[in-house]
């Protein structure tokens, strides 16, 4: 019978390198005190012989787990289908790619808040993001004491300080949508708002109204929708049912955007001729519907990446700004 191989050790890389086992560690945890020639041997000792290091081990000997967990306090079925989120990760992990980490997702929503704060606190993770946080998730901001945390998007209602987060300036974006329909021409036009216990929903919502207000125009057609096309179906009923003329419409998501679409057709409406409508995120549903959407774009793989690096700087210790904040634009297509 073959004898399975024996798993290369330390020591093994020690002797094939010809350096002492706490050198070939030091190189293994990036340790600044061993020269770049030696690191070089070791390294290609490792390399000869496929040495992989115990993560157990590492994390005994730098007390880091390596791992970083990202918390969606929404339900599974919301994450998994909403864009965004996709987009959100795979910013994050385009950064961790290129370290040592690994990522944890904690859908939130299906533990409990004290599961998840144990999780946290339980030294399983260096780090943490949250995304898509609501008004009920300000607890997070706490933990930032103990624990790195980055949120994406300012956190609400927080008694303490607001913790770090990479955020875009979405008031400007909804003044930017609004605007751009009342440079087209729009006199009367209507909002669907996002949630009002999340920070971007509020926002688009001051964004809007500071527009119409602006221009003398009516702030009061607003209806409310939860980011799916079912809600802005709903949402734009709504609105009809008022029977007031609409010529313009700002819809707070692409998601809730493709929703209104339909029912502006079921009105024997068309867009833009008798809507004008713009959306927010820029994501596969603005390409997708027809008309193609004018909508603002608010880069969530570019927000992801820059959330990963914060959370890593703030691992190492570094100073990092409180807040950042990520430009938006205006992408015109056929609806405006």
Known sequence: ???????????????????????????????????????????????????????????????????IA????????????????????????????DTDYTLNLLIASEMTSDKTRRYLLGGNVDGALVVSHHSGDHSYTHLGQKLPIVFGGRPLNSNSTPGHYVDVDNVFGGQLATRHLIERGCRSIATIA????????????VGWRDAVTAAGLDDSLVEYGDYSPADGAAAMRRLLDRQVPIDGLFVFSDQLAAGAYSVIREAGLSIPGDIAV???????????????????????????????????????????????????????????
């Open 1 to 67: 019978m073959n004898t399975p191989a024996k798993s290369p050790t330390l020591e093994m890389v020690a002797a094939r390198a010809g350096v002492s086992r706490a050198t070939v560690s030091r190189v293994v945890n990036a340790s600044p005190t061993v020269t770049a020639e030696v690191a070089a041997v070791v390294r290609a000792a490792i390399s000869e012989l496929n040495y992989v290091p115990n993560r157990a081990a590492r994390s005994l000997a730098s007390r880091k787990t390596q791992a």
């Open 194 to 205: 996002g949630p009002q216990d999340m920070p971007a929903g509020i926002d688009r919502l």
């Open 70 to 97: 990202l918390v969606v306090p929404e339900s599974t079925a919301k994450v998994f289908a909403d864009p965004f989120f996709a987009s959100v990760v795979q910013g994050v992990a385009l950064y961790l790619a």
């Open 278 to 336: 713009v959306g927010y995120d820029d994501d596969r549903y603005a390409a997708a519907v027809s008309p193609t959407l004018t909508t603002v774009n608010q880069a969530p793989v570019k927000m992801g990446t820059k959330m990963a690096e914060i959370v890593v700087r703030l691992i190492d210790g570094e100073q990092v700004d409180t807040a950042t904040i990520m430009p938006t634009k205006l992408v015109v297509r056929e609806s405006a």
